[in-house]
């Protein structure tokens, strides 16, 4: 069982920038692929980054070369750097893992999920 607890979400104005943390037990992390999704009101939930177990990264066409996607195995940590937001990246952001490899675009591929953390950005 695995259970991961998302920080750092906040309010940010446009153009700034914020980085989230989600914080995972368990002795295996190293061996996830880990992804991050968002959802706001009325939509569906997104792909927004992945980073696999040999550290490929993989990001949705909306956040590429704003958004960086990192894991600090030694913490059991993933991060999601945020720059230049948009009033529209304006969510609750998922992390979630799995263990292996993945369709990490696809969140019905993931098998654990944290609670979320609010993330605005005021224009």
């Known amino acids: 069982q695995v259970q991961l607890v998302e920080s750092g979400g906040g309010l940010v104005q446009a153009g700034g920038s914020l980085r989230v943390s989600c914080a995972a037990s368990g002795r295996t992390f190293s061996s996830y692929t880990l992804g991050w999704f968002r959802q706001s009101p009325g939509k569906e939930r997104e792909f927004v980054a992945a980073?696999?177990?040999?550290?490929?990264?993989f990001y949705a066409d909306s956040v590429k070369g704003r958004f960086t996607i990192s894991r600090d195995n030694a913490k059991n940590t993933v991060y999601l750097q945020m720059n230049s937001l948009k009033p529209e990246d304006t969510a609750v952001y998922y992390c979630?893992?799995?263990?292996?490899?993945?369709?990490?675009?696809?969140?019905?591929?993931?098998?654990?999920w944290g609670q979320g953390t609010q993330v605005t950005v005021s224009s």
């Open positions: 980073i696999s177990h040999s550290d490929g990264t």
């Open positions: 979630a893992a799995v263990y292996g490899w993945t369709t990490y675009w696809a969140g019905s591929a993931y098998k654990y």
